[in-house]
């Protein structure tokens, strides 16, 4: 069986579009009622068997948006893992397909110690302006909690009295403070550097079968995220996505985006109840040029990161717009080269870094930092601040903004100065246009067919 999602207005019959998927071959599983309720839908997911059409579903009245449940990849710098596609080209749910990015490097795996010794992670640091932004900073991120969506985190790095929770749908490894991959450990050592005294969350969805994360474990754990989100308004949420889709905006079929929870970000960042940040991904390395960062990764809701070298230039692999759904994405990007961490130990992913995995991760922390220290600050301000503080290198800086690196360089200690008055910058009228003119607004079902 297959699993599929659907988005139903709330002013039909409901009774009636479940009996029309029923009639489908399409059973309903459960609604995801607090999504719903912050959506103002009703969002269902449904079983159905592979290779049901996808269409007909689309075309049943009063749905805004049906979709299948795929597997999502980590955005790593590596040829590792495959992912689900969710149709193929006759429109019907299939199986899996391998990435195949063998080009690049994963990386050794080097000792704690050795790794310690030989880490790129403070020179990083040092060029976005972290570590001096750690010292002005009146918190250190205290008041702040990190939502890692990923692996599991290795809760030896993660001192009790610094979790804030932690949620898992992994049947085998239900510990959401354990980390089998290493990949999710990698994004909390990261943004915990950045925000030292911030709380840390760990999500732990239910892994697909080539190792990413299904996006209905993604679903269910925001469903029951939200209230408690809501229920803590003092403290400021920020939720790290080191994973999506990789691939191309032209050989993407519209219907393969992943709208739905597209949409539910947007509805989380519009509420105010958190900061959501996404990997731009790695897929620039196989399009020969082609925009590449699809639906998922690019959102109005989400704050979309890409990946700089040492020198401030674009890593080759680095996700580009224009994006297939928010023409703000990457919005920001960061530097990540050299030794990095990895689960218990290191790895040496040499020059090309650690990916977007390991760039998004610095943008928040960094929003974790400044959000503690202006907790009524608002997310468009917190955005603005990132755009209006950020480093811009030759040749970009020739212009505000490009598809490769977004506003520029994260410098968190200039974004931690800019926050009062923000509002007045015209990067912030900016970004208030882009979110209204983004697809991911647009409910009309037609438009997918």
């Known amino acids: 069986m297959a699993t599929l999602i659907a988005e139903i207005t709330s002013s039909v019959n409901l009774q009636a579009v479940l ?10 599983v459960k609604e995801y009622a607090n999504i719903s309720r912050l959506m103002g839908a009703r969002i269902y997911l449904f079983d159905a068997p592979v290779g049901t059409p996808l269409q007909p579903f689309l075309r049943v009245p009063g749905v805004s948006f049906a979709e299948p449940d795929e597997e999502h990849i980590y955005v790593l710098p590596c ?7 969710p149709a193929n080209e006759h429109g019907s749910l299939r199986e899996t ?18 790794g310690q010794r030989l880490s790129s992670l403070p020179a990083i640091m040092a060029m976005t302006g972290a570590q001096d932004a750690i ?45 089998e991959f290493g990949h999710g450990t990698l994004v909390a050592r990261v943004a915990m550097a950045y925000a030292p005294n911030a709380k840390v969350f760990s999500a732990k969805p239910r892994p697909g079968s080539q190792g990413g994360v299904m996006k209905e474990s993604v679903m269910s754990f925001l469903d ?41 970000i947007e509805a989380i960042d519009r509420s105010g109840a958190a900061l959501v940040v996404f990997a ?22 989400a704050i979309t990161v890409g990946a700089l070298d040492q020198r401030g230039q674009p890593q080759y692999y680095s996700s580009r717009g224009p994006a297939q759904c928010y023409a703000l994405a990457p919005l920001i990007s960061a530097p990540t080269w050299g030794v990095l961490p990895w689960g218990s130990g290191y790895r040496d992913f040499q020059d090309q870094g650690g990916g977007t995995s390991s760039t998004a991760p610095q943008v928040s922390g960094a929003l974790a930092l400044i959000k503690a220290d202006y907790p009524k600050a608002t997310n468009l301000q917190l ?39 923000v509002l007045l910058h015209p990067y912030a009228a900016t970004l208030r246009a882009a979110q209204l003119a983004s697809k991911v607004r647009v409910p009309a079902a037609a438009a997918l067919i």
């Open 224 to 264: 029951a995220a939200i209230p408690i989100i809501q229920a803590n308004p003092d403290l400021g949420f920020v939720v790290n996505n080191s994973w999506g889709t990789d691939g191309s905006i032209l050989s993407a079929k519209p219907y393969w985006c992943t709208m739905i929870p597209s949409r539910l």
């Open 280 to 301: 731009a991904g790695n897929g620039h390395r196989d399009q020969n040029g082609v925009p590449s960062i699809v639906c998922i990764n690019s959102n109005p809701g």
């Open 79 to 85: 040829g590792m893992g495959h992912y689900l596609s």
């Open 135 to 179: 010292g002005m900073s009146k918190k250190g991120g205290q008041g702040s909690v990190l939502v890692i969506i990923d692996s599991g985190i290795d809760g030896h790095f993660v001192p009790e009295t610094q979790r804030a929770g932690g949620w898992s749908d992994d049947a085998g490894h239900p510990d959401p403070w354990t980390d």
């Open 19 to 28: 009996h029309a998927y029923q009639q489908l071959g399409a059973e309903p």
């Open 97 to 114: 397909r391998p990435l195949g990015a063998g080009s690049m490097v994963l990386g050794n795996f080097l000792s704690a110690t050795e």
């Open 383 to 421: 955005k603005a601040a990132l755009a209006a503080s950020a480093q811009r290198f030759f040749p970009q800086f020739l212009m505000p903004f490009d598809f490769a690196t977004g506003f520029g360089m994260l410098r968190t200690n200039r974004a931690l100065n800019t926050v009062p008055g």
